[in-house]
């Protein structure tokens, strides 16, 4: 199984409330990825979790929470957000570096409204 | 990471050879080039990678200049499902960096 599932796969939401994206791999990959793309850009890291443990956070407002319960699922909760956040939220895992091959699969993304 | 220099946008006739150029003249001796696409509404995928020698697998060819300061994606027979954005990346592989910074990418056009 070489795939990484998103759910759901589109989302709208108000300002007030609270949602939560999800991301599954089941690759046995320890680390793991959360992307913001808007519309016409790349995609821009947010947060990168290696063995559980959040190691990189790119400066990403608190409204974004991110959770990785287990090595395979990977949640982003999304609370009071603001209408510039509509965008893609693309989830990514690989092997982490220490252990070589650092190719990155990434799932299919959430496209995320915000009214 | 180095920047990377990608023209934004090519066309490419069906059946032919694509050939993608990336520049990356800061780039140094222990930063790797790597390649990603990205089909419309799709999540990026994977292409290729190499340090110095020339890289080839079941998708692609990646030629590396000996300098190290530009490589070139080679898709041997292009087809329509080829039409996406190429990213060129240019990273360090070691411990705590594992993140990826996409530069603005190459729209390639596959025309029948």
């Known amino acids: 199984d070489t795939e990484v599932t998103q759910t759901p796969k589109h989302l709208v939401m108000g300002m007030t409330n609270k949602k939560s994206l999800k991301c599954e791999q089941h690759m046995g990959h320890r680390a793991m990825y959360w992307y913001k793309q808007k519309a016409k850009k790349p995609p821009e890291l947010m947060f990168v979790y290696s063995y559980e443990k959040l190691s990189i956070n790119e400066s990403v407002p608190s409204r974004f929470s991110p959770e990785c319960p287990n090595s395979s699922l990977l949640n982003l909760h999304l609370h009071a957000l603001q209408p510039e956040d509509s965008a893609l939220y693309l989830c990514?895992?690989?092997?982490?570096?220490?252990?070589?091959?650092?190719?990155?699969?990434f799932g299919p993304g959430t496209r995320l409204t915000v009214l | 990471d180095a920047k990377t220099t990608q023209p934004t946008s090519m066309d490419c006739a069906e059946g032919r050879a694509a050939n993608l150029p990336c520049n990356h003249s800061?780039?140094?001796?222990?930063?790797?080039v790597y390649w990603y696409r990205q089909i419309h509404s799709q999540g990026p995928q994977y292409i290729i990678h190499g340090l110095k020698n020339n890289e080839t697998n079941e998708m692609a060819s990646l030629i590396i200049t000996e300098d190290r300061k530009s490589s070139t994606l080679i898709l041997p027979h292009a087809t329509l499902r080829d039409t996406a954005v190429y990213y060129c990346i240019v990273r360090r592989l070691n411990f705590g960096n594992e993140k990826l910074t996409f530069g603005t990418g190459t729209r390639l056009t596959i025309i029948p």
């Open positions: 800061t780039i140094s001796g222990n930063e790797y």
């Open positions: 990514a895992s690989s092997q982490p570096l220490r252990t070589g091959n650092n190719e990155q699969f």
